[in-house]
């Protein structure tokens, strides 16, 4: 019972965290400081990722008829927008994609710690402030996800890649880059959360591939906490999305910058008396 509302807690974090723009990966590492599952190292780097699964889902069924192409009540116009949607989503998709694979084990072995968090959350808190007030009274030249053109895309799928540093938030950088190349907030958003489909089954599939080939198994326990916390992730996910897309209408992500920021100071201040009291 202990290891379930564990478990329903993680879920929580990652449905809360993985669409704002504060870093899920870094807020379960920090709970993972706190909050110890009696899980496998090995099974815990794999459940860190794979737990997005939950949130994906979200996604999908919230979006379900715009991402659709194959949606009966579309025109033949709206069909050919939605395959050019995906189109884009693949491109921005690429960038990432490549480093992550290149990356992936070097990245897992020498930045997933809580000094990286800290560090990123307070680098990512600033950028969020600097560019809300280089944006302020700017005309935005993109208001609708539809108007994001190719190159756009690309370049949004760039700044993704910054996201491979634990503790930077993928929908944070997206959405920062999106916003930095003259997206509004809630175009910047919601593609965004289309973005993540496909980067966050990619990144699950090749956690869940590694830790098969690797030979590990999982306990019992182990299978009921990833469940658990890809059920909560999801549930969660359908609230936090739909709260997101209204606060970003009337609202800059200046708040979620000075998160960020203090945030971070706080666990570089704990570890540091943490470090000298041992």
Known sequence: ?????????????EGVTEWLPVSSTGHLILLDEFVKLNISEQFREMFQVVI????????IVLFFHKLNPFAPKKTPVQKKDTW????????????????????????????????????TLILYGVAF????????????????????????????GAFQCLSLIPGTSRSGATILGGIFLGVSRSAAAEFSFFLAIPTMLGASALKLVKFLLDGA?????????LLTGCVVSFVV??????????????????????????????VLIYFVVFQVIL
């Open 1 to 13: 019972m202990l290891e379930f509302l564990k478990a329903v807690l993680f879920g929580i974090v």
């Open 52 to 59: 997005q699964l939950g949130a994906i889902l979200a996604v």
């Open 84 to 119: 050019q949607l995906w189109a884009k989503v693949v491109v921005a998709v690429l960038p990432s994609a490549v480093l992550g694979l290149l990356l992936d084990d070097w990245l897992d072995a020498h930045l997933y710690n809580h000094v990286v968090v800290a560090i």
């Open 129 to 156: 402030l600097f560019v809300e007030r280089r944006n302020a009274g700017r005309k935005l030249s993109i208001r609708r996800v539809g108007e994001i053109d190719y190159r756009t895309a690309l370049l949004i």
């Open 217 to 225: 198994g999982a306990t019992g326990t182990e299978v009921m906490v």
């Open 237 to 266: 996910s359908l609230a936090v999305i739909k709260g997101l897309m209204e606060y970003v209408r009337k609202h800059s992500f200046s708040l979620f910058g000075l998160y960020r920021i203090a945030l971070g100071l706080l």
